[in-house]
């Protein structure tokens, strides 16, 4: 029984592994509001990045560089020589419990051996095995430089199971920047495609 057991649980191992290289790509779905005055760019809508005096860790940087090319692909040029905007950009991540954990987790109709005792409970052979869910946002706020007013902002928030930052944090931007520089008005859902 104890070999039967073992063998399920190594075809379980690999079946997931080869499903995995399968799933090379997913759908992200953000929920995005955006704000703008603008009605159009100029010809040459250079900006650079500003930072609050909170946002002066190293990880800054790389959230910047994540935004980088929604930036690019949204029509604004980096040049942080002559801007003409600034542009500030922010994320938030929280680890939080899933939306299909069971209410149940701890109780359960089965009986077993549990710390030397007997006890109910759930979560099979090897205890709570709980899939990984995360809330994520970003927002990404644009001044024009010579005035200081906000001409842009935008804020998309993301909840799922996606733990590579490094793809999804680069869609969410992507996401928020959409229909920029005159975004719809009000709330919307915006699919971005990750790992094209």
């Known amino acids: 029984m104890k070999q039967s057991l073992l063998k399920l649980l190594g075809l379980a191992i690999v079946?997931?592994?080869?499903?995995?290289?399968?799933?090379?790509?997913?759908?992200?779905d953000s929920n995005v509001q955006s704000f703008s005055s603008l009605t159009a760019l100029p010809a040459q809508p250079s900006y650079r990045f500003e930072r609050l005096p909170s946002q002066q860790a190293p990880g800054q940087a790389q959230l910047e560089a994540m935004a980088?090319?929604?930036?690019?692909?949204?029509?604004?040029?980096?040049?942080?020589?002559?801007?003409?905007?600034?542009?500030?950009v922010s994320?938030?991540?929280?680890?939080?419990?899933?939306?299909?954990?069971?209410?149940?987790d701890g109780w359960g109709w089965g009986m077993g051996v549990r710390h030397g005792g007997f006890g109910f409970g759930t979560?099979?052979?090897?205890?709570?095995?709980?899939s990984p869910w995360y809330h994520r946002?970003?927002?990404?706020?644009?001044?024009?430089?010579?005035?200081n007013r906000v001409v842009f902002e935008s804020h998309a928030v993301n909840d799922g199971p996606w733990m590579d930052d490094n793809s999804v944090f680069p869609a969410m931007f992507e996401a928020a920047l959409q229909g920029f520089p005159t975004p719809p008005v009000g709330p919307r859902r915006v699919d971005i495609q990750v790992g094209r």
């Not at 994320?91 to 149940?104: E, F, M």
């Not at 946002?137 to 005035?147: D, F, G, K, P, Q």
């Open 137 to 147: 946002e970003v927002s990404v706020i644009i001044r024009e430089l010579a005035s």
């Open 15 to 28: 079946a997931t592994w080869l499903l995995s290289g399968c799933a090379t790509s997913y759908l992200l």
């Open 123 to 130: 979560g099979g052979p090897f205890g709570r095995m709980e």
């Open 91 to 104: 994320a938030r991540l929280d680890r939080v419990l899933s939306p299909w954990a069971s209410p149940w």
């Open 68 to 88: 980088d090319g929604a930036l690019h692909q949204a029509g604004l040029l980096r040049d942080d020589a002559n801007p003409l905007y600034t542009v500030q």
